[in-house]
């Protein structure tokens, strides 16, 4: 539990998010917990990523575990406010699918207990609309349409339209 803790904490520090955390992705060799299949892995996440990295993780380790001795542990790592937000960002798309499966399988309702557990968020939207990114959206949005005149232009120059 430490281990998979200590991961993701490090990964935070280092700007890095891996983005799939499943029990697919997270082995035991010779006694230590290794991250693998890092081919989805994102440089500077958004803080919302990283929620979901830290919930994933939380739940692959409740598998084997109980969420209670996950979540004890977890609060010598992370402060109460960051796993609030992880279990409030822990929606949808978040979850890869296998952990979604195991997750629905196992009898303890895993993330209903870790959202219990935690300090009650709202939900973190996944996208966060700012001038920037819209000006960015309608600015490819007029570039799109410059080059859709100039191919539709070029059709009629050659005798196709």
């Known amino acids: 539990i430490d281990q998979g803790l200590a991961l993701v904490a490090k990964l935070w520090r280092a700007g890095l998010a891996h983005r799939d955390v499943k029990p697919a992705n997270v082995l035991v060799q010779?006694?230590?917990?290794?991250?693998?299949?890092?081919?989805?892995?994102?440089?500077?996440?958004?803080?919302?990523?990283?929620?979901?990295?830290?919930?994933?993780?939380?739940?692959?380790?409740?598998?084997?575990?109980?969420?209670?001795?996950?979540?004890?542990?977890?609060?010598?790592?992370?402060?109460?406010?960051?796993?609030?937000?992880?279990?409030?960002?822990?929606?949808?798309?978040?979850?890869?699918?296998?952990?979604?499966?195991?997750?629905?399988?196992d009898a303890r309702h895993l993330l209903q207990r870790f959202r219990e557990l935690a300090p009650q968020q709202k939900p973190v939207a996944i996208q966060r609309w700012s001038l920037r990114r819209l000006g960015l959206t309608l600015w490819v949005a007029l570039i799109a349409l410059a080059i859709l005149a100039i191919f539709l232009g070029s059709l009629a120059d050659i005798g196709l339209a």
């Open 30 to 105: 010779r006694g230590r917990l290794r991250i693998v299949d890092v081919a989805f892995g994102q440089i500077r996440p958004s803080p919302w990523r990283q929620a979901v990295d830290l919930a994933n993780m939380m739940l692959v380790l409740a598998l084997g575990n109980s969420p209670e001795l996950v979540y004890e542990r977890a609060r010598r790592v992370f402060s109460d406010e960051e796993l609030g937000e992880a279990f409030a960002a822990s929606r949808g798309v978040a979850f890869p699918s296998q952990l979604r499966s195991a997750v629905r399988t």
